[in-house]
């Protein structure tokens, strides 16, 4: 596997593969891989001839007071995770690489921006949108790969591919869990031991809400409420939002009459959790299709 640091290097190795009819795969992250990245990198790998990964803290993705100094970086696990999967090239640029002196255009889709995560996040999926972009024109692969347990993310960036004419297939998976249910995420080692005990509870409040639709409810409003109430029966959990809204807009639901994602965050300890069920009265859980 090849490391690689600079932009205009990784678009050679990449043009380099199409002229040669590769296909490949795109897998972005922010570094402190886990199995969950793990699984979007098997992914690609199975489905592309090429499978490129680029770890890369995002500046501005962090707001004022957030913890971008904080964020868990390890550059030489990650590297020897991905060479273990048989990733073909690491993209690990620096900040100075992706924004050069001068640097002003930024680009977000701030209608699906406004709720869930950008609501209390200002400015966040402006620097997710910007850096995905920049990626996706680096690498020009023909799939790209996103965790749903970043729902809203996923939806934000399949729109800003479709509203963009970019010729990628953006693609969804599955989130990957903890035995006990907690989704993986790099932010999980913020967690003191007796949090870690505690923190499955979001996925069991999601369960109940995904629990009511699946036995013919749909009054959404009931499934948030019995989201917020199983979190209240821990005083830790300090909830920031818990929202119903329809996948095709990200704009709140009254009932579920279309494919529905009940997503919710939650402060414990250092810890800011997030998780989801996305719910299709027509077929029950599921994932969206990509692009």
Not at 153 to 179: G, K, N, S
Not at 242 to 260: F, I
Request: glycine content about 8%.
């Amino acid at each position: 596997m090849e490391t690689v640091t600079s932009a205009r290097e990784m678009k050679a190795r990449c043009r380099a593969w199409r002229a040669q009819g590769l296909s490949v795969g795109l897998v972005p992250t922010m570094g402190y891989l886990h199995r969950g990245h793990g699984s979007l990198v098997e992914r690609s790998l199975a489905e592309n001839s090429r499978t490129a990964v680029s770890v890369f803290v995002n500046p501005s993705q962090f707001g004022p007071g957030e913890d971008l100094e904080a964020y868990p970086r390890d550059p030489a696990r990650d590297s020897a995770f991905l060479k273990a999967l048989g990733a073909n090239v690491l993209f690990m640029p620096k900040a100075a690489e992706m924004y050069p002196p001068g640097f002003s255009t930024l680009v977000e889709a701030p209608a699906l921006a406004a709720r869930l995560c950008g609501a209390s996040r200002p400015g966040h999926f402006r620097g997710v949108c910007t850096v995905v972009l920049k990626l996706l024109n680096i690498a020009a692969p023909d799939r790209a790969y996103f965790g749903l347990k970043d729902a809203q993310q996923f939806f934000i960036l399949r729109r800003m591919a479709r509203d963009l004419d970019l010729d990628v297939a953006m693609v969804p998976c599955p989130t990957v869990r903890e035995d006990d249910g907690l989704a993986m995420s790099s932010r999980n080692s913020y967690l003191t031991p007796d949090e870690r005990r505690a923190a499955p509870l979001l996925r069991r409040a999601l369960l109940a809400a995904e629990g009511y639709l699946q036995g013919g409810g749909r009054d959404l409003e009931k499934a948030r409420a019995l989201v917020l109430e199983t979190l209240a029966s821990d005083p830790r959990f300090e909830a920031e939002y818990v929202e119903a809204v329809s996948t095709c807009d990200l704009q709140p639901a009254a009932e579920a009459c279309g494919e529905t994602l009940i997503a919710a965050a939650a402060r414990l300890g250092r810890a800011r959790l997030i998780d989801n069920v996305i719910f299709d009265p027509a077929g029950g859980a599921r994932r969206p299709a990509g692009r």
